[in-house]
């Protein structure tokens, strides 16, 4: 119904399923923004940003780099806050690399489940 808009509103759209749409809808929009995955200098750097009130001096980035491997901004980002209230409920200020490396794989079996999974009949 987007050709039948005619308020002065603006359309925000966002989809995790690009596939699925007719592809003629994206021509309905004056900008289109894709988003890819993290390179793993942009893993570290939010990883880093996410959790900055820790110690991080420790992390072993090539690990966690590979562990977040395929997991969007928002999966790491997650991630990260999930180490960060583990270290809290331990009482530790420093994160740990393995702990970071559970919980990545933790949401990558997650988005692995979600996309497997089959939506109804």
Same mark, same amino acid.
């Given at each position: 119904?987007?050709?039948?808009d ?14 699925i ?7 309905r929009?004056?900008?289109?923004i ?16 996410? $959790?900055?009130?820790?110690? /991080?001096? #420790?992390?072993?980035?090539? +690990?966690?780099?590979?562990?977040? @491997? ?29 702990? $970071?490396?559970?919980?990545? /794989?933790? #949401?990558?079996?997650?988005? +692995?489940?979600?996309?497997?999974? @089959?939506?109804?009949?």
């Open positions: 119904f987007l050709e039948t005619d308020t002065d509103s603006l359309i925000l759209a966002a989809t995790n399923h690009q596939e749409l007719d592809p003629a809808l994206f021509r929009f004056d900008d289109v894709r988003y890819g995955y993290p390179n793993p200098e942009q893993v570290e750097l939010l990883v880093q940003n996410r $959790l900055n009130s820790f110690d /991080l001096s #420790r992390v072993q980035w090539n +690990k966690v780099c590979h562990a977040a @491997s395929g997991l969007s901004f928002a999966e790491v980002t997650r991630a990260s806050s999930e180490a960060a209230k583990a270290a809290v409920l331990d009482d530790r200020a420093e994160i740990e690399t393995d702990q $970071l490396i559970d919980m990545l /794989l933790e #949401r990558s079996a997650i988005t +692995k489940d979600e996309n497997t999974s @089959s939506v109804g009949p």
